[in-house]
């Protein structure tokens, strides 16, 4: 099992950057593929971005494509998601999410969870 903590959300203005944090525990982190996906009030959870096990390649979401980063420390077992050029409709609690099988754009592919870090852009 792994175990997720996300850090690093709070309020920006429109334009600004944030970077997300995930620490995962455990010795296996390696054998994971992470995710970051977000969810706003009202709305469904929506994939936002994911890695890798090794962090060769990722995958984002149209909607954050250029602006997002995802990159993965295995030595540190943590994964970030640097944002840039944020918008409004970026608001929403940031979850990151783990699973052993290859990284994936739908929420119930995920075994484990985090508890979410708020983000918040002013306009």
């Known amino acids: 099992q792994v175990q997720l903590v996300e850090s690093g959300g709070g309020l920006v203005q429109a334009g600004g950057s944030l970077r997300l944090s995930c620490a995962a525990s455990?010795?296996?982190?390696?054998?994971?593929?992470m995710g970051w996906f977000r969810q706003a009030p009202g709305k469904e959870r929506e994939f936002v971005a994911a890695?890798?096990?090794?962090?060769?390649?990722?995958y984002y979401a149209d909607s954050v494509k250029g602006r997002f980063t995802i990159s993965r420390d295995n030595a540190k077992n943590t994964v970030y998601l640097q944002m840039n050029s944020l918008k409004p409709e970026d608001t929403a609690v940031y979850y990151c999410a783990a699973d052993q099988r290859p990284p994936a754009r739908v929420a119930e592919e995920y075994d484990y969870w985090g508890q979410g870090t708020q983000v918040t852009v002013s306009s």
């Open positions: 890695v890798t096990r090794s962090g060769i390649a990722e």
């Open positions: 455990g010795r296996t982190f390696s054998s994971y593929a």
